[in-house]
Nanobody, 124 residues
Framework: QVQLVESGGGLVQAGGSLRLSCAASRYSISTYGSGWFRQAPGKEREFVAAIRWNGGSANYADSVKGRFTISRDNAKNTVYLQMNSLLPADTAVYYC????WGQGVAGQESYDIWGQGTQVTVSS
């Protein structure tokens, strides 16, 4: 079973940037679609961004378009989320996920492997 470990979270001021990484271990995720999701306190987990196995067809939640960029390096078995112009509303635990279908889709039900999450806190 593939294991996913997120890193790169932390505390940042509004307007700042963070880069999250999602490293896969045990097996390659080069054929998996990948996504990032987030859950703020008291809220449901929501879609942030997703990307196909080959790095194509990235798609984003409207709330992060133009600010966040998802990418992947299959040689490093890692998926990234570059977050710029951060807002306090971006404060959440961020999770990466993988789906064996290879697609970059928004639906959480499509993902069968999840990381444990990394906290991102944006101060105003």
């Amino acid at each position: 079973q593939v294991q996913l470990v997120e890193s790169g979270g932390g505390l940042v001021q509004a307007g700042g940037s963070l880069r999250l990484s999602c490293a896969a271990s045990r097996y390659s995720i080069s054929t998996y679609g990948s996504g990032w999701f987030r859950q703020a306190p008291g809220k449901e987990r929501e879609f942030v961004a997703a990307i196909r196995w080959n790095g194509g067809s990235a798609n984003y939640a409207d709330s992060v378009k133009g600010r966040f960029t998802i990418s992947r390096d299959n040689a490093k078995n890692t998926v990234y989320l570059q977050m710029n112009s951060l807002l306090p509303a971006d404060t959440a635990v961020y999770y990466c996920a993988a789906n064996k279908w290879g697609q970059g889709v928004a639906g959480q039900e499509s993902y069968d492997i999840w990381g444990q999450g990394t906290q991102v806190t944006v101060s105003s």
